[in-house]
């Protein structure tokens, strides 16, 4: 059984992912949440700390999903790589990179864009030394990116297109 905080945190990135940031008042967050206001707070005194342990939360949820049990052979496992991310694009992010939207959000906010920063980051060092390529994080971030902002327009063809570029990588290596 999960922790309260983590419960808490699962609800509100929920209720971020369907509404956005600016939509969802303290009182359908606290609903999301599942617990009174006051536990709410007591746990995430803020709206700020509320986005951020929302996005922490998806943070690890996102790694989970996209880098659990992958084969060994590196060219399937960027292929695979590619097809979970297009999955959870599918699945869990419906209207673009919540991180994005959260910095778009809050443009000036420090913490905001620093967890954005950490979350791409790690996931191009993980997709990187998976499928051995450790010295093409840039690409690998701009592939990733790409097929992310390219999905909502054209899914199949766009882990399509990610696969491709990725297998020139391997290529080039």
């Not at 097929?147 to 899914?155: A, E, F, S, V």
Request: charged share 25%; hydrophobic share 45%.
């Amino acid at each position: 059984m999960p922790d309260t905080k983590t419960r808490i945190a699962a609800g509100l990135e929920r209720a971020f992912a369907e509404n956005g940031f600016a939509e969802p008042n303290i009182d359908s967050l606290r609903e999301a949440a599942g617990v009174s206001l006051r536990t709410l707070y007591k746990y995430m005194p803020s709206r700020e700390e509320m986005v951020l342990s929302a996005l922490e939360h998806r943070h690890q949820r996102y790694m989970q999903f996209v880098f659990a049990k992958l084969p060994s052979d590196e060219k399937p496992v960027l292929h695979m790589l590619f097809e979970r991310v297009s999955e959870w694009m599918s699945t869990e992010a419906a209207h673009g990179c919540l991180f994005h939207a959260a910095v778009a959000a809050a443009p000036r906010d420090a913490r905001l864009r620093s967890l954005l920063a950490r979350h791409k980051t790690d996931v191009a060092h993980e997709v990187a030394a998976l499928s051995g390529l450790p010295d093409r994080q840039g690409e690998i971030t701009l592939i990733v990116e790409g097929l992310m902002q390219d999905w909502p327009l054209h899914r199949g063809k766009a882990t399509e297109c990610a696969i491709h570029l990725g297998d020139l990588l391997l290529k080039e290596n």
